[in-house]
Each structure stands twice: as structure tokens, then as C-alpha cells.
């Protein structure tokens, strides 16, 4: 049975007209971009991602857990947790028992951790401009409207 009247009655009327599916497709295009340009450094999007959200809680030197970094990314534990798993077996993040609550992680980038995070990030500024142009471009309009759809679906 053919599906045109189930598309004839949307208001969709091209795939592209869906506002969902262009962010995933840029989602998408975003990552692999960054995959590619991410490969010299032996990282993935995700696992860069998670190593900077890292950085940033622990800028101080504030100890911080899994759990912090979960509820900082917004993404679900397990998924964190198997990439965090990846990392830690690459000697860049260490993962260790929270002395004052075992049921939880403390985690911290190692100093390798650090080393791939100093040569990655430049890269990821590069790779900003190259796909998003230049700052003062469609990317701040871009940036203002994806802050404001962030701050209304966060947790």
C-alpha cells in the first residue's frame, strides 16, 4: 500500500521541511566532520566531547565524579560510562572509587588525557569555523538560537 496520502496530508512536504530531521542531519554531518579531523589524534567526536566537558568541570582541580559529567552532558550514564570505559583502557581519563561515597566514580583526565585534549582542541576551533564560517557569521545566530532550545529542554 502505498504512503502518499500519509505524506499528502503532512505538513511536511519535503523531508527538509522538518526542523528535527535538518538538526539531525547536521548533527550528524557535524560529527563525522569532527571524526575526520579528530583521526590524528586518536579520538572520536564522543570521546573529545566528554574528555572537554571533563576538562571544564575540573579546571580547579575540583574532584569530580561520573555522575557530575552525566548530568553535565546530558546524556545517558551508560553510554557515558562505556566511553569513559574506552578512555580510561587508553590511559587518558583515570576512574576511581569516590572515597567519600563508593557507590560513585571520581573521574580526571590523565596526563596523556591532557596532552590529547592541548593537541585536539586547536583542531576543533579550526573545525568550528571550516563547517559552522566564520564567527560573526550565520554561526552566532546559529549559536543563540541553539542555546536557547538547550536551556528550554535541559533537564
Same mark, same amino acid.
Given at each position: 500500500?502505498?504512503?502518499?496520502?500519509?505524506?499528502?496530508?503532512?505538513?511536511?512536504?519535503?523531508?527538509?521541511?522538518?526542523? *528535527?530531521?535538518?538538526?539531525?542531519?547536521?548533527?550528524? +554531518?557535524?560529527?563525522?566532520?569532527?571524526?575526520?579531523?579528530?583521526?590524528?589524534? *586518536?579520538?572520536?567526536?564522543?570521546?573529545?566531547?566528554?574528555?572537554? +566537558?571533563?576538562?571544564?568541570?575540573?579546571?580547579?582541580?575540583?574532584?569530580?565524579?561520573?555522575?557530575?559529567?552525566?548530568?553535565?552532558?546530558?546524556?545517558?550514564?551508560?553510554?557515558?560510562?562505556?566511553?569513559?570505559?574506552?578512555?580510561?583502557?587508553?590511559?587518558?581519563?583515570?576512574?576511581?572509587?569516590?572515597?567519600?561515597?563508593?557507590?560513585?566514580?571520581?573521574? #580526571?583526565?590523565?596526563?596523556? *588525557?591532557?596532552? #590529547?585534549?592541548?593537541?585536539?582542541?586547536?583542531?576543533?576551533?579550526?573545525?568550528?569555523?571550516?563547517?559552522? *564560517?566564520? #564567527?560573526?557569521?550565520?554561526?552566532?545566530?546559529?549559536?543563540?538560537?541553539?542555546?536557547?532550545?538547550?536551556?528550554?529542554?535541559?533537564?
Amino acid at each position: 500500500m502505498p504512503l502518499l496520502d500519509l505524506f499528502t496530508d503532512s505538513q511536511l512536504k519535503v523531508p527538509d521541511d522538518s526542523l *528535527g530531521f535538518l538538526l539531525w542531519r547536521v548533527t550528524h +554531518a557535524w560529527q563525522r566532520f569532527v571524526d575526520d579531523q579528530l583521526q590524528v589524534c *586518536g579520538l572520536t567526536h564522543l570521546q573529545f566531547a566528554l574528555m572537554i +566537558a571533563l576538562g571544564w568541570l575540573t579546571r580547579h582541580n575540583e574532584p569530580t565524579t561520573q555522575s557530575d559529567l552525566v548530568e553535565f552532558v546530558e546524556m545517558h550514564p551508560m553510554q557515558v560510562s562505556q566511553v569513559l570505559s574506552i578512555l580510561q583502557r587508553k590511559g587518558q581519563i583515570s576512574r576511581d572509587r569516590n572515597p567519600a561515597n563508593g557507590r560513585t566514580k571520581r573521574i #580526571a583526565l590523565t596526563a596523556s *588525557g591532557e596532552t #590529547a585534549l592541548r593537541q585536539a582542541l586547536p583542531l576543533i576551533e579550526e573545525a568550528h569555523t571550516t563547517f559552522f *564560517g566564520p #564567527a560573526e557569521a550565520v554561526a552566532n545566530d546559529l549559536g543563540t538560537i541553539l542555546r536557547s532550545l538547550a536551556l528550554r529542554r535541559s533537564r
